[in-house]
Every structure is written in C-alpha cells, then in structure tokens.
C-alpha cells in the first residue's frame, strides 16, 4: 500500500495526457511532483498549476532519465513513486524502420529499466519504494496496425511484473497501467485503428489517474481502468485461437473502413 500525502512523485511525460492527470490526482492527494516533458512550456505549466517542480527532458534517452532522477532527488530529497509514464506509438507494421523500432524499444521499455537500474539501490537500503509503469491494454492483448508499441509494450508489461516478481517481498510496490483508449493526443493519432477499435470505449486520463489511485490504496499490480481488458486478457489465455480470430474479424473492419475512405476519396462511392 503506497501512502501518497507527502511522498516525493516523478511523472514523465507529465505534461499532457494521463501523466498530467496522474500528476494532479497524486498532487491533490498531497504528493510533491516533479513534472518531466519533451514539451518544456508544458512541464512548466503542469508543474505551477500544481506547485510542483518542472524537469523537462526525454525519458526515453539514458542521460534524459539520470538527469530527470538527478534534478528530482535534489528537489524532493526521496524520490517515493516514480511513474514512468512516457511513451511513443509510432511506427505500424515490420516495414516501420529500425530507428522507429529502436525508439519505441527505448521509450517505452528501456525507459522504465533505466529508472530501475538507478531507483532500486537505495529503495532497497530502505525497504520501499513504489514504481508506476505506464504501459496499454496493447502490452496485455495487442493494437493493430501498431506493431512496435504492441511489442515494446509487452516487454514493458514483462519488466513490470519480473521487478514486482523479485523485489515486493522488499518492500517495492509496482503498478502496471493498461488502458484501452484514453482520449488525449496519442488517441486522436492513432489513426483508422484507434478509430474502430478505441474511440468507442475511450475513458478520460483522470478516470485512469482515479484507477491508479485507488490501485496503489489497495495493492494491486493490475490497473485496468476499462475492466473488460481482464476478460480479453483471459480469453487470449485460455482460447488463444478463438481470440485471435476475433482480432482478425477487426482487422477486415478496419480494411473494410480503409476501402470505404479510398473510394469515397476518388468520388468513386456516389
Ligand atoms: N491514450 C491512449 O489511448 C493510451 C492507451 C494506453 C496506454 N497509453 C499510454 O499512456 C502513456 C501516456 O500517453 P498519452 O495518451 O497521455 O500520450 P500523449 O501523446 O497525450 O503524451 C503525453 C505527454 O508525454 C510527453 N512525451 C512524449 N514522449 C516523451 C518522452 N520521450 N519524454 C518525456 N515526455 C514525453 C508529450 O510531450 C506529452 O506532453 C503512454 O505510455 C501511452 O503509451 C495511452
């Protein structure tokens, strides 16, 4: 059970989004929040609006996260929760190029190890510390027409439970956030895939800061702010084959909706 009034927070990507809605929801509960962004104005306006402290920087990069956790401890003395929030969905298939590939590789995993990697030591020396990977229903299932952020999100999911597997018995609490859609920038980008298979069903950032709170209240590694995520999630356990096609029946829809748009594109549907 993570205590949030006075812990000392890190939110990466904290500027827009589900980060900035973690960051005010754990702020109102009475953490002080370093605020990290690629976008320094919006770090900076998260970080007064809340009377936290602003560090911007790339968490994806391994000298954006030492500085990020160099700044914040100064500011806060303990770093209590890290949230590692940020990620990328960039990129689609296995013709999106290495570099693509690599940069989801390091936003979206990489980041949370390198946290890891310099938070743990003295976590462990005092016997806690909670760590928030902010990964996606992808990680748990799979986005189509997403392939790098499906994969590097699974490996994010993977990360997530091997450090609750060998560290909760020391004292580490690890949350895992996987949401279906969730109406921010990353949403309105995703494209005819977030269209058929998200925009139905998007929740607000602060119903998954909500799901958060009430997760690190009673313990839980899972955050599924949509629910039905742990039914799919069970299904592709135990009916692998079945889900599947069921993934395969939404991709024809999302063909299907591509079609429609090409033709209506070339007058050719009047
Ligand atoms: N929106 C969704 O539908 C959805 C669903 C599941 C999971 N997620 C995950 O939630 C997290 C937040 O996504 P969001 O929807 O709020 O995204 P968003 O695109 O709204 O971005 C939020 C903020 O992150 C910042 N950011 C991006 N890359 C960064 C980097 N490398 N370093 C520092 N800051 C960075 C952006 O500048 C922005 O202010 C991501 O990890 C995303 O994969 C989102």
Redesign the pocket.
């Known amino acids: 059970m993570t205590n949030v009034s006075g812990a000392g927070v890190v939110v ?10 973690i960051a005010r929801r754990l702020a109102a509960d009475g953490a002080r929040v370093v605020v ?4 320094e104005a ?2 900076q306006a998260v970080a007064a609006e809340i009377g936290g402290l602003a560090v ?6 391994e000298e ?1 996260v030492a500085n990020l956790i160099a700044e914040a401890a100064k500011g806060l003395g303990e770093i209590d929760i890290y949230c590692s ?5 960039a990129g689609s298939g296995p013709e999106t190029p290495d570099a693509l590939w690599q940069r989801a590789w ?3 995993t990489l ?1 949370h190890v390198r946290a890891a990697r310099l938070l743990l030591p003295g976590w462990l020396d005092r016997g806690g510390g909670t760590f928030v990977v ?6 748990l299932l799979t986005m189509l027409g997403a392939a790098p ?1 499906s994969v590097t ?1 699974h490996a ?1 999911v993977g990360f997530a439970e091997w450090l609750a597997a060998t560290y909760a018995h020391r004292g580490l609490a690890v949350h895992c ?14 494209g005819r895939a ?1 269209d058929v298979v ?1 925009a139905a069903a ?1 929740i607000e ?1 602060e119903q ?1 800061a909500d799901a958060l709170a009430a997760a690190m209240a009673d313990g839980s590694f899972l955050v599924l702010p949509h629910p039905e995520v742990r039914d799919y999630y069970l299904k592709r356990a135990t009916d692998t084959d079945r889900w599947l096609r069921g993934m395969s029946r939404l991709q024809r829809r999302i063909d299907e909706t591509d079609e429609t748009d090409e033709t209506e594109g070339t007058g050719a549907s009047a």
């Open positions: 990466t990507g904290g500027g827009g989004g589900i980060g900035r809605a990290n962004d690629l976008d919006a770090a911007p920087g790339d968490a994806g990069t954006g929030n940020a990620g990328t969905a390091e936003v979206n980041a902010t990964a996606s229903a992808a990680g952020y999100k994010a956030i996987c949401p279906q859609g969730v109406r921010t920038q990353m949403l309105a980008g995703s977030g998200l998007a950032p998954v």
